[in-house]
Nanobody, 117 residues
Framework: QVQLVESGGGLVQPGGSLKLSCTASGFTFLLYAMRWYRKVPGKERESVAT????????VYADSVKGRFTISRDNRKNTVYLQMNNLNTEDTAVYYC??????????WGQGTQVTVSS
């Protein structure tokens, strides 16, 4: 059974940093690309960052490019999202996901990130 457990969210001031983690189980992690999404109430879920299965290629939304870094540790079945220079528009629930797979509709509980002074 696939499980994705996100953690690391919290309250941070504008300009601050957070590092999110997503630990996966129930599938062969190193065979799949991974993606971080975020969701704000009343808005569509937004793709934030994607990383290939070997970590060699990353893609970012324009809104986070240069501030966020996605990475993964295939030994730990974990994908990370380092978020720097946060602003209020980054406030959202962040989810990891397994795109391009039969589990692409599976979502974990997410982790809340709130950027506020």
């Amino acid at each position: 059974q696939v499980q994705l457990v996100e953690s690391g969210g919290g309250l941070v001031q504008p300009g601050g940093s957070l590092k999110l983690s997503c630990t996966a189980s129930g599938f062969t992690f190193l065979l799949y690309a991974m993606r971080w999404y975020r969701k704000v109430p009343g808005k569509e879920r937004e793709s934030v960052a994607t990383i290939t299965k070997d970590g060699g290629t990353t893609v970012y939304a324009d809104s986070v490019k240069g501030r966020f870094t996605i990475s993964r540790d295939n030994r730990k079945n974990t994908v990370y999202l380092q978020m720097n220079n946060l602003n209020t528009e980054d406030t959202a629930v962040y989810y990891c996901n397994i795109p391009f797979s039969s589990w692409s509709d599976y979502w974990g509980q997410g982790t809340q990130v709130t950027v506020s002074s």
